[in-house]
């Protein structure tokens, strides 16, 4: 044993002085003893279902096969580059894990969202940001940017040391096509993470790449299993993995999407049967049975693994006999793995390009990674993650490398968006309770964005339905860090405000008007929030709608002047179906006639928000009330509560009041796993509330308890609910629901 540990350690110094002498990687085999075959293997594409390249190259190492050189395609080229590199094959594996359903189509935890870009989740959003410009709309090229695939991605080619590919411990090339040619492309030089991105960029899901003046897209359209590239680098023999997916049957084909996907799959499919034409009769050729492993379920990659791995050992006898002895390759496997990441080593100087709306400045004091600290591969993605949630950006990656006179230079690399910097979207809300009540709301924003070196935004909100609302805002940062802002409001409201009896039936039937302006000054709270001390004036009045009943018979008309103080945190990894974290909203509101109000008083509302997911399994817990002191509450700031998980069984806005407090108890299951959307749970929801109603004088409280059960759906258009719910005094209600309750 202990000649065979010396003999292997003297063949890895002779690779790594032969290294040394020529200036570059020896692909192992290629030496001059070497009297074998050269060995390519070659990785198809297939989504997901490229778990099982891992499980073949288990068995190769298992048989001591020597891989002379490697051509990926999509998923093949994800591990054919790690391993090319020189990353072990065990590496390989545990960070594949990484590579999950939702990893590939959720760009950035919510967590690194600036909690301007948070505040959006409250309303329901149709489709992406739109970009608005002089030649009408554009949209992304692509559902997601790939931010957060590229941080997997770069964890699995972190040994890469040279921008050629032929350089490497076993020399490698990805797979492309070009969008605008229709063109194969051949990728052996640049970053190998941008590389792979490029080769898996499924066209219309993931951005395209865009690569030495090329937009390039999934490499699978044009050559998935490219056995004529492997023989162009000078492969003798050919081990081929095709995990290529098959056609979908005539009955799956039932929508827009399967038929855009099934087209997909011909072009695909066409080009692996000239491949496997190429193929002699030296060659191996390993078709692992995946069929209950589908392209796009990135959460079974351990079953698409024993797949590749039985499929190889069944071709035990054609790969058998090209292993090497024992000592052989031990030797072979330590050269290749030799290269070490650039983990620890000191940043000496950090530089940003790509920028030109951006102020470059602002980059870098939106990172944590400074110069003169160790670098930190984790540290450096959470902060390209977090300028991707600005909004601004449709790419952001890294280099780093050594420059002359800087030392080791990490450098930022950006891509604005090329459809802004304004930009334009559309929302929908939808309720109805099946018996009468029934709204919509139909909502449209634009922004306004970097209109000068510190960030200024301005925003426009529009609303029509059961609440219109119109309102201005600009925001203005006061430092590059944009951690100091001041901003300044303008806008008006027009909400229902309906009474009710105690039987539940409506008696009168207003339309409460606010207009006002405002101007705040704040301070962010690093991407967890905000706090904002502001001043607001303004005018209120009651509009009649179809009561009988003339609205001065409630409220007069009156000014309103406030001193608002604001502190919002939010840690919630998702609004609609949250599963850790919290969020809470605290307002101060004091009004006083020497301001300039009508009325003299003090309000304070919040809100809170916490939740824990175990599982399938989430409980949410949820609490909110408004309080008055100092002065009894105007009838213009009554609080309303009824209608789905608000005291599920009341019609909505049924109960009201100058002061309430509701708390409720969710639990949801998750029916389906994650992937694009959400997926669709089935819940029940708690709830019960005590109602102050001293808005007319009946000085009265009452407690209130609302159930419901639920069917919830992600869906294109926004979550959707389908419940049936009870309250007390037999109270109960069907609701359909489309939004954020």
């Known amino acids: 044993m202990t000649l065979r540990i010396a003999f292997a350690l003297v063949c890895s110094l002779a690779c790594l002085n032969a290294t040394a002498q020529t200036g570059g990687p020896v692909a192992p085999g290629s030496g001059p003893a070497a009297q074998r075959p050269r060995i390519a293997l070659v990785l198809s594409g297939g989504g997901a279902r490229g778990g099982a390249h891992i499980g073949v190259l288990k068995v190769l190492e298992e048989l001591r096969v020597p891989v002379d050189m490697v051509v990926g395609t999509s998923a093949g080229a994800i591990v054919g580059a790690a391993y090319a590199t020189g990353l072990p094959l065990a590496t390989i594996e ?13 760009d950035v935890v919510r967590d690194n969202l600036p909690m301007r870009r948070k505040a959006d989740d409250a309303a329901n959003y149709v489709g992406p940001e739109m970009g ?18 590229e941080a997997v991605l770069r964890r699995l080619t972190a040994r890469q040391r040279s921008v050629n590919f032929n350089h490497f411990p076993v020399p490698f090339r990805a797979i492309a096509t070009d969008l605008a040619t229709s063109e194969m492309v051949e990728l052996d030089h640049g970053s190998l993470t941008q590389a792979v991105r490029a080769s898996m960029a499924i066209p219309a899901v993931i951005s395209p790449v865009e690569l030495d003046g090329r937009l390039l897209v999934d490499g699978g359209v044009t050559r998935n299993l490219p056995v004529d590239v492997a023989r162009r680098m000078g492969a003798d023999i050919v081990i081929a993995v095709n995990i290529g997916t098959p056609l979908l049957r005539r009955e799956d084909i ?30 191996v050729l390993i078709t692992p049975d995946l069929s209950r492993v ?3 379920d990135f959460d079974h990659l351990a079953d698409a693994a024993r797949a590749g791995e039985a499929a190889a050992r069944a071709a035990r006898n054609a790969l058998a006999v ?19 990441d650039p983990g620890g080593q000191r940043i000496d100087a950090i530089k940003v390009s790509g920028t030109q709306r951006v102020n470059p400045q602002a980059v870098l004091d939106g990172m944590q990674t400074q110069a003169g600290q160790p670098f930190d591969a984790n540290r450096v993605d959470q902060d390209l993650q977090r300028l991707y949630g600005w909004g601004d950006f449709e790419a952001v990656s890294y280099t780093f490398s050594e420059e002359p006179g800087q030392g080791r230079v990490l450098t930022a690399r950006v891509t604005e968006k090329s459809w802004g910097p304004h930009y334009l979207r559309f929302g929908l809300g939808l309720s109805s309770d099946f018996a009468g009540g029934s709204f919509f709301n139909l909502l449209a924003t634009h922004r306004a964005t970097w209109l000068n070196r510190l960030g200024a935004e301005w925003r426009n909100d529009i609303q029509i339905g059961q609440t219109d609302r119109l309102r201005t805002e600009w925001f203005q940062p006061l430092h590059p860090t944009q951690r100091f802002f001041a901003a300044a409001h303008l806008g008006g409201e027009r909400s229902p405000f309906e009474l009710f009896s105690d039987e539940g039936v409506r008696v009168a039937r207003f339309r409460l ?8 000054l704040g301070l962010q709270l690093g991407t967890q929030g905000q706090l904002r001390l502001g001043v607001q004036r303004g005018r209120v009045r009651l509009q009649n709608d179809t009561s009988l009943l003339p609205p001065g018979l409630f409220e007069a008309d009156a000014d309103t002047a406030a001193l608002v103080l604001r502190l919002q945190l939010d840690t919630l990894d998702n609004v609609r179906f949250p599963r850790a974290g919290y969020a809470l909203d605290v307002k101060l509101h004091q009004s006083q006639p020497r301001w300039g109000a009508s009325d003299d008083y003090r309000k304070l509302s919040a809100a809170f928000r916490t939740a824990v997911g175990f599982g399938r399994h989430a409980l949410e817990f949820s609490a909110q009330g408004v309080k008055a002191s100092g002065g009894t509450l105007p009838a213009y700031e009554t609080s309303f509560l009824g209608g789905f998980q608000r005291l599920s069984g009341y019609k909505t806005n049924e109960v009201f009041g100058n002061e309430f407090v509701l708390g409720r108890v969710n639990y949801s299951h998750r029916l389906t796993n994650v992937g694009f959307l959400e997926g669709a749970y089935a819940g029940v929801s708690l709830e019960a509330a005590r109602i102050g109603d001293t808005a007319f004088g009946s000085q009265r409280e009452k407690s209130r308890y609302g159930f419901a059960v639920y069917l919830a759906m992600d869906t294109p258009l926004g979550p959707v609910y389908l419940a049936l719910g009870r309250g007390d005094h037999r109270r109960h209600a069907a609701y359909f629901y489309l939004g954020q309750p």
Request: net charge negative.
């Open 513 to 520: 008007e606010h207009y006002g302006y405002g101007a705040d």
């Open 294 to 296: 589908s392209s796009s």
């Open 254 to 283: 039932t929508s827009l999407l399967s038929a855009s996907e099934q087209m997909l799959r011909i072009l695909t499919t066409t080009n692996v049967a000239q491949s496997l034409k190429e193929l002699g009769p030296r060659d």
């Open 94 to 106: 545990e960070e594949m894990k990484g590579l999950s359903t939702a990893t590939l189509f959720h």
């Open 132 to 149: 608005l410009g002089p030649h009408g709309l554009s949209l992304p090229k692509g559902a997601v940017a790939g931010v957060a695939l």
């Open 322 to 340: 090209h292993g090497l002895s024992p000592a052989e390759f031990t030797a072979l496997l330590a050269a290749r793995e030799a290269a070490q």
